[in-house]
């Protein structure tokens, strides 16, 4: 099997895996707080509002609706075909069906990037390309926020999705690789042993 197979491979057992779980996934992650990480990404752009944010990964719409709710201009990015159906319902936003290797984004576009729980699907020998892209649509200045849960740098399936568990180390560099400057990082959830802290959520500058 060649790399691009591997590749093609990858995006479509884990396209598969979320499309056929769709409404259990949906239903399991609804309630789910995430308004650290979205206060995290908002708080460090320093565009005037309403901002033009790419929710990348942005499965049934939660955040989505979430960022529409407070006045701004999101934009949802997902792969499979079930969540962009649910994300254009539940938000009333423009939602892009891309996969994640095949990212096709406008140039200087987005104030901010919220890429959260997604970018560890990502094959560490794309991810430089990919935040290379994510990198370029990002108006000068913009942010990017990332949370991935992490690990000692495994990367192969884990059940039926492709998975890649960095370690904060590794994970900066991929960024500053990218062109990225680092604002903050922290694990979540909050006030728990860092065994107890599945997340590694970070916060980065294009330029």
Request: with cysteine; glycine share 10%.
């Given at each position: 099997?060649?790399?691009?197979?591997?590749?093609?491979?990858?995006?479509?057992?884990?396209?598969?895996?979320?499309?056929?779980?769709?409404?259990?996934?949906?239903?399991?992650?609804?309630?789910?707080?995430?308004?650290?990480?979205?206060?995290?990404?908002?708080?460090?752009?320093?565009?005037?509002?309403?901002?033009?944010?790419?929710?990348?990964?942005?499965?049934?719409?939660?955040?989505?609706?979430?960022?529409?709710?407070?006045?701004?201009?999101?934009?949802?990015?997902?792969?499979?075909?079930?969540?962009?159906?649910?994300?254009?319902?539940?938000?009333?936003?423009?939602?892009?069906?891309?996969?994640?290797?095949?990212?096709?984004?406008?140039?200087?576009?987005?104030?901010?990037?919220?890429?959260?729980?997604?970018l560890f699907h990502i094959p560490s020998s794309e991810l430089p390309r990919v935040l290379g892209?994510?990198?370029?649509?990002?108006?000068?200045?913009?942010?990017?926020?990332?949370?991935?849960?992490?690990?000692?740098?495994?990367?192969?399936?884990?059940?039926?999705?492709?998975?890649?568990?960095?370690?904060w180390p590794s994970w900066r560099a991929y960024l500053l690789a990218a062109g990225f400057s680092?604002?903050?990082?922290?694990?979540?959830?909050?006030?728990?042993p860092r065994e107890q802290q599945p997340w590694l959520a970070s916060v980065w500058r294009k330029?």
């Open positions: 099997m060649s790399a691009n197979d591997d590749l093609s491979a990858i995006t479509r057992l884990t396209l598969q895996h979320y499309n056929e779980r769709a409404a259990a996934f949906r239903e399991g992650t609804w309630d789910h707080d995430v308004s650290q990480n979205i206060e995290a990404l908002l708080r460090h752009i320093q565009a005037p509002a309403p901002l033009r944010i790419l929710d990348m990964g942005c499965g049934p719409g939660r955040d989505l609706l979430d960022f529409r709710q407070r006045g701004h201009q999101p934009v949802g990015l997902d792969g499979t075909p079930r969540f962009v159906e649910m994300a254009r319902e539940a938000s009333g936003c423009e939602v892009w069906q891309q996969n994640f290797l095949e990212l096709q984004l406008p140039e200087e576009h987005f104030d901010g990037i919220f890429a959260n729980a997604v892209q994510l990198q370029q649509t990002l108006k000068p200045g913009g942010v990017l926020f990332s949370s991935n849960p992490h690990g000692d740098n495994q990367e192969g399936w884990n059940g039926p999705r492709y998975c890649n568990f960095h370690d680092e604002l903050e990082h922290f694990y979540r959830p909050t006030g728990l330029g």
